[in-house]
């Protein structure tokens, strides 16, 4: 990865989450990682021509579960 480049975030919630919660997440992890983001939900990427390329270059790096479940939350 290029020093200047995006990091870009696939995400997944049980529930839909507001603008305003990607605007605040956004903004964490640039200030964090000192580098622009880019974020997509799961939902939204059935739309993207970059679908399948995404999905096989994409790493899991927290998942939650459901109690008992061993369900993605």
Known sequence: M????DIDFLLEFSQPESGLVFVELKRRLE???KRKVDL???NS???S???????????????????????PV
Request: hydrophobic share 30%.
């Open 2 to 5: 290029r020093a200047d480049s």
């Open 31 to 33: 200030h964090k990682l």
């Open 40 to 42: 997509i939900t799961y």
């Open 45 to 47: 990427l059935q739309y």
């Open 49 to 71: 021509k970059y679908k399948d390329d995404i999905l096989k270059e994409a790493k899991v790096i927290d998942e939650k579960t459901t109690a008992g479940t061993g369900l």
